[in-house]
């Protein structure tokens, strides 16, 4: 089963190119007017099985809802996405779009008429592998 296991984990890292990586340089895209807006919910960002770290809010800015990281730290991957999710699994979520890079503050727009009180997750995830990288559970 080990040896299994290594034989997936190699054809996945070698399957990777370059044009698959996400962005490594820091982005500094910060829309929110931390002093205008209001803060709805908040948590701590964690890889699973994965190296990530950060803060992961959802703020309400001129009836806006966006999803803000700050601070925050990624591992690379191919077709890094962020959603938004209903549940622990990712079962049922909301496509934010692309991870603009692994470090930096950074937002996503949250689409219009979505009940944020439906949605307690935000992950990283690996869409071409279907693989978590990292979550954090808003409260």
Not at 13 to 22: E, G, I, K, L, R
Request: glycine share 6%.
């Amino acid at each position: 089963m080990k040896k299994i296991l290594n034989a997936f984990l190699f054809f996945t890292v070698m399957s990777c190119s370059p044009d698959d990586a996400t962005p490594t340089t820091p982005v500094d895209n910060t829309p929110v007017n931390k002093m205008t807006a209001t803060l709805l919910k908040q948590g701590v960002l964690m890889g699973v099985n994965h190296t990530a770290s950060g803060t992961a809010s959802i703020y309400e800015d001129n009836g806006n809802k966006i999803v803000f990281f700050d601070p925050f730290m990624s591992e690379n991957g191919p077709d890094l996405k962020v959603y938004l999710s209903k549940d622990q699994k990712a079962s049922e979520y909301i496509r934010l779009g692309q991870l603009k890079s692994t470090n930096g503050s950074q937002s996503y727009q949250v689409p219009a008429g979505t009940e944020i009180s439906h949605y307690p997750f935000v992950y990283i995830w690996c869409e071409k592998y279907s693989v978590e990288f990292a979550r954090a559970e808003l409260k």
